[in-house]
């Protein structure tokens, strides 16, 4: 195993972290600015189309797509310490990239299985970064970490498909300029393998019966830099067939191939808003005095910033690990691995950022520093893309069936 950084991830990282300090860190109370004088929250901040055109000039763009004909053609292994740096703005900096959950997804999903219709459609623009689009899976009617569970109909109709459910926290659905869901639901709801009776189709948000109702709020706030996190109802949404990804009863096996290189790109990130609070959790440290010392001389701030060292460096080398085999053995290959990563990271990263957070008192939970962003985004990584515990379940499944 070698995981030490390529001429060309070295290049790509100094170009990054350059394009991080000149134009997205200070972009980020830009776009809270422009973000309250928007005719709607949800509306993109003109700042962030400004991020995106100096980000494809600079050739930071698509980096996440390892398939050379649509994206930068990187392996995981590279990619990774790329969306680490991109994770220290985790709201601004993936979209500045064109490499922000859940249009990743989908483009890998599109770029896999769409056909050449649907890649002209729907992968060209987003690969653009003209348009944005959704992932509907979550229902609130039933436990959806199953996905077995799903209830959405999706009804064969002559030269149509009628789509009839109900989601929520679609993640991006609340921007305006989402115009493309992918949903999944059931095409042979009776079928007698489970795991082929769901399908994954194409719905664009202007179809007729498409209502995207409310906002999901995250701790009791809206998520407006991420695109906001939407209720969503499909009512008699007829689309032609031909919106079908892959083939009927795809869905679930598309659905597994999608989720593992997401679950991986928010590990990198969650890394990289891990540095952030450290960094943030020092220059605090070093700058308050409280009863005749400064913060980072009480011991107790000292261990905090010790183990949230030792505990990156171990997710770390875990996430690297991961891309290596994900590039090596294939994403099956590193299923297990992909799971660890999920457990671990969220869990591990969440506890950092609270650290900080205490280390910077009233600030750690206010406007004026990231943390409380950054903390509620981390947690939030516990149930998004599968909940830690059945992540857990599956692996320790895994584990047990050496000894059964
Ligand atoms: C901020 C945010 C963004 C999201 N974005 C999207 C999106 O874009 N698209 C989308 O489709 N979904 C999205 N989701 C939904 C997310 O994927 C689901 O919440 C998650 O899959 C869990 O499904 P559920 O909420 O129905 O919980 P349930 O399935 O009802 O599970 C509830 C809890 O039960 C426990 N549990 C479940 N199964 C087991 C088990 N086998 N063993 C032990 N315990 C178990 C877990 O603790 C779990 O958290 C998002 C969620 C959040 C919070």
Redesign the pocket.
Known sequence: MDFAYDARTEELRAKLLAFMDEHVHPAEAVAEEQRARLASPWDTPPVVEELKAEARRQGLWNLFLPDGEYGAGLTNLQYAPLAEITGRSPHLAPTALNCAA?DTGNMEVLAQFGDEAQKKQWLEPLLAGEIRS??????PE?????ATNIETRIRRDGDSYVVDGR?W????AMNPDCRIFIV?GKTDPDGPDVRRRQSMILVPRDAPGVEVRRAMR?YGYE?HSHGG?AEVVFDGVRVPASNIIGEEGGGFAIAQARLGPGRIHHCMRLIGMAERAVELMCRRAVSRTAFGKTLAQQGVVQNWIADARVTIEQLRLLVLKTAWLMDTVGNQGAHTEIQAIKIATPRAVVDIIDKAVQAHGAGGVSQDFPLAELWTAAR?LK????????H??SLARRELKKYL
Do not use: C, N, W
């Not at 959704?134 to 229902?139: L, W």
């Not at 149930?383 to 059945?390: H, K, N, R, S, T």
């Open positions: 859940p959704a992932f509907a899976m979550t229902e039933v436990a959806s970490s199953d989601k926290y679609i993640s991006g999944m995250v998520d996190h939030t149930l998004a893309d599968g909940p830690d515990e059945v857990q379940r």
